[in-house]
């Protein structure tokens, strides 16, 4: 007898989850059944007003993903060579496809002694610095100040000729300001966002800036 009880019941189970599925019971219970066969779940999944048709460049732009880009940058150049760069930039790429970023280059002067006849010479002067405690370095170039001696190296005109008033009133005697680089503005050439296609027209670029084709100038960018 508790067997057919049992039997009933599932049997029971069993055709009231049918009528639940189907949709019998919405009135009762107030709940559609979220089935793979409900029309309205069908629906929901196409939209065919939120779908636009893409032309082919708008395409190849969606389907663009950060990691396809690259940061190029070539230099430093000095003012003329960047116009230069510049030129042939112009000639393939369109407006404002790149920018410009500048560095001060500080110059190098020394307070110089020399240059000496002989290496004798030279090192005669270097023992009398040696006496008197004079910090030096021994110059092997550029030529024109070898063979030298350095007493000291300033990123400015105004602090080699202040260090060089301080070594005349201690009695070094003979020394003088050289100028071995004047402070220079340098510039850098940059394209922050590079596609492949960009790449590939930068890379062809020509002409030559400081003795090297400017395709091959760019590289990627110092971070």
Do not use: H
């Amino acid at each position: 007898m508790k067997l057919r009880a049992l039997v009933f019941l599932l049997l029971l189970a069993n055709l009231a989850f049918f009528a639940w599925t189907q949709g019998w019971l919405d009135a009762v219970v107030g709940v559609r059944a979220q089935g793979g066969r409900e029309p309205e779940r069908l629906a929901r999944q196409f939209q065919p007003e939120s779908v636009r048709i893409l032309a082919p460049d708008e395409a190849a732009s969606a389907m663009m993903t950060p990691a396809a880009l690259s940061c190029l940058e070539a230099g430093p150049y000095t003012a003329a060579e960047a116009e230069q760069a510049e030129a042939a930039l112009q000639a393939v790429l369109p407006a404002r496809s790149w920018v410009r970023s500048k560095a001060e280059q500080p110059g190098v002067w020394l307070v110089y002694l020399g240059r000496f006849a002989t290496a004798e010479a030279r090192q005669k002067r270097a023992e009398e610095l040696r006496r008197r405690g004079t910090p030096f370095e021994e110059v092997q170039s550029p030529p024109e100040l070898a063979p030298g001696l350095s007493l000291g190296r300033f990123d400015s005109r105004a602090a080699a000729d202040k260090a060089l008033e301080a070594l005349t009133q201690s009695g070094v005697r003979a020394a003088r300001v050289v100028t071995l680089s004047e402070s220079v503005t340098l510039v850098s050439l940059r394209i922050e966002r590079a596609d492949g296609a960009l790449a590939a027209k930068v890379a062809a670029l020509a002409g030559t800036v400081k003795g090297k084709p400017i395709g091959q100038a760019f590289g990627p960018c110092a971070r």
